[in-house]
């Protein structure tokens, strides 16, 4: 494959776009060394995205420290998401992975907080004290993957039928058993293929 | 027994009309004032998440106009701008230009149907046939581009599905020209509407502190007095080259979010415009063998576009490993992709922002307290379609 003019542009403009909020990166790496030392595990920067990977129990403490930093003002909580790494490299670190993406309207500024969680009964403190719109972010994330958010006023499913079982997003959910049943599918569900 | 102990509860939807969908509401009424709303979700739920990880990156796309129905280039757009940031594709001048136009006429699609069944909602009957009929030249364009009238599929990775046709330009040209022009006919309609007046002004209020912490966007946001807008904050797809104005309100109530919403439609088409008159000339799509499709003429002479077609199409490309996310304001709010990639030719987790879905999450707080009349024009201000809170 030859090298494409296309592609040399495109790294050339993430290079800009990253010196652009170079200086937004760098406030926030300050701002979680000095106020959490210790609290960051590793970062990790990909397309010009920044991630920071914290420890689960400084979830609500970063963030409320987020909230009351007006310099900052990354008080926008753009969403957040979940990942399942089962039978991938990243499981070592734990299996799931919480995504939290904050934004700045002042700095226009993106950047994630990502907690990883083991396997079993994976569980994070809820931030929907915090953000009222967390409480239905976190009862998605709930449903889909099955990550339990303690605190949450009520966590229950919100878009799957009560009747289902599982959480469909993880990557052991049985594709080919049909729940619940509607028509041909009246097998025994199968063996789980990990 | 007291007055506050006789609440009634009543439960509206799935199948109400003015619920754009089938969305429902369990609503706790004290005579007519209502004490709790809880909106209940996942009627259309489809999967699309879960469907699009066992997809290749091509295949994955017409899930994306499944999403939000009502606005299918947006959804397509959001989508492939992030495939193309993890790939690391720069598109054609040409296709930029295109696409702002056609995300453009998305926004006046998706307004036209919102305005139409939101004044339907309020009794402006009249309004809903205007709206659809204006809709129709919308439909002419898709139809034009991409063979369909809503599920177009027509931005593809690193490009287009096919080149432009002959008489885009005339087209986009005459909706600019009709619409713009009816537009006043609409205000007259509506905007001075006594009626429409009282059933929207002070209705569904938010503040611009409480739309921030419900993380609102769009017009939901633009209209409580938050003049943040992602074509202008973090332009995508060349929107910096555009001047536009951003819409915003003061209030933050339903008639507040009409007036942005209507300046919305204007601004689209001064886009639309710009769009086609300096339309550049060029391919139609980026030329990245082994990840962007060859274009189908090149397939049926050269022996190398035929090869990279088929290699494509059956075993797909494998995308570096990492995750990125991609907004773009779509005509519902912030509509972002977030893709994580395993190393393989499927993506290993597609989550889509949705921005209807955490809009109506602000429902209960906009019509608690308020009469059971206001929670019809609440669910019409928000703006949802259900294939998107849903997925």
């Known amino acids: 494959m030859r090298a494409d003019p296309g592609l040399t542009r495109h790294a050339g403009r993430l290079c800009e776009f990253r010196n652009k909020f170079k200086c937004m990166e760098d406030k926030v790496r300050e701002f979680l060394n000095s106020s959490f030392p210790g609290a960051v595990i590793r970062e990790d920067n990909f397309r010009a995205q920044q991630s920071f990977y914290i420890r689960p129990e400084m979830v609500v403490p970063i963030c409320e420290e987020l909230l009351s930093n007006d310099a900052l003002d990354l008080k926008y909580l ?3 998401t979940s990942l399942d790494w089962l039978g991938l490299q990243p499981e070592k670190a734990g299996r799931f992975e919480v995504v939290y993406n904050l934004y700045s309207l002042t700095h226009k500024y993106r950047f994630f907080l990502k907690v990883c969680l083991p396997g ?3 569980t994070v403190a ?3 004290h915090l953000w009222p719109a967390a409480e239905w972010l976190e009862r998605e994330v709930f449903d889909m993957m099955g990550i339990i958010f303690d605190g949450h006023p009520d966590l229950s499913k919100i878009l799957t039928p009560d009747e289902l079982e599982g959480h469909p997003l993880r990557k052991d959910f049985p594709l080919t058993w049909e729940q619940p049943q509607f028509s041909w599918n009246k097998d025994q569900p199968p063996e789980v293929v990990k | 027994m007291t007055v506050a102990e006789r609440t009634l509860t009543l439960n509206m939807g799935p199948q109400h009309p003015s619920t754009h969908g089938v969305l429902r509401v369990v609503l706790e009424l004290d005579g007519e004032t209502v004490v709790s709303a809880r909106p209940v979700i996942g009627y259309l739920h489809t999967g699309i998440e879960k469907t699009m990880e066992s997809k290749l990156y091509h295949k994955a796309l017409p899930a994306t106009d499944r999403i939000d129905y009502l606005a299918p280039m947006s959804n397509n757009l959001g989508y492939c701008l992030a495939v193309e940031k993890l790939m690391g594709i720069e598109v054609p001048e040409k296709v930029k230009w295109a696409r702002v136009c056609l995300a453009e006429l998305t926004r006046v699609n998706s307004h036209l149907v919102w305005l139409g069944t939101h004044a339907l909602d309020l009794g ?17 364009v898709y139809e034009a581009c991409g063979g369909q009238r809503m599920m177009t599929s027509y931005i593809r990775i690193g490009g287009l ?9 005339k087209k986009v040209r005459k909706i600019v020209k009709v619409v713009g022009e009816r537009l006043h006919d609409y205000e007259r309609l509506l905007t001075k509407n006594e009626i429409f007046i009282n059933r929207t002004r002070g209705v569904a209020v938010i503040s611009a502190e409480e ?3 419900f993380s609102l966007s769009g017009p939901m946001l633009r209209g409580s007095g938050v003049g943040h807008d992602l074509r202008k904050a973090n332009p995508y797809s060349g929107y910096e080259h555009f001047d536009f104005d951003v819409a915003v309100g003061t209030n933050g109530d339903a008639y507040d979010r009409y007036l942005v919403r209507l300046k919305e439609i204007r601004q689209s088409l001064r886009i639309a415009q710009q769009a086609i ?5 060029g391919p139609y799509r980026a030329h990245v063998p082994g990840v962007v499709l060859p274009p189908k003429e090149d397939v049926l002479y050269k022996m190398e576009s035929m090869i990279f077609h088929f290699k494509i199409i059956t075993e797909g490309f494998k995308a570096p490993f990492g995750a990125v996310y991609q907004a773009i304001e779509s005509p519902k709010g912030e509509l972002g992709f977030y893709i994580s990639s395993d190393g393989t030719n499927k993506p290993h987790r597609v989550r889509v922002r949705p921005p209807s879905f955490i809009n109506l999450a602000s429902l209960p707080r906009l019509v608690e307290g308020r009469l ?20």
């Open chain 1, 78 to 80: 753009s969403d957040i």
């Open chain 1, 120 to 122: 079993d009964n994976p």
């Open chain 1, 126 to 128: 809820s931030v929907s």
């Open chain 2, 124 to 140: 402006a009957m009249s309004m809903l046939l205007y709206a659809f009929r204006e809709r129709e030249l919308v439909l002419d």
């Open chain 2, 161 to 169: 599905a096919h080149e432009l046709p002959g008489d885009f330009d």
């Open chain 2, 211 to 213: 739309a921030l912490s």
């Open chain 2, 277 to 281: 008159d300096g339309m550049p000339i």
């Open chain 2, 372 to 391: 059971f009349a206001d929670v019809v024009c609440a669910i019409g201000s928000i703006d949802i379609v259900l294939g998107e809170v849903d997925r």
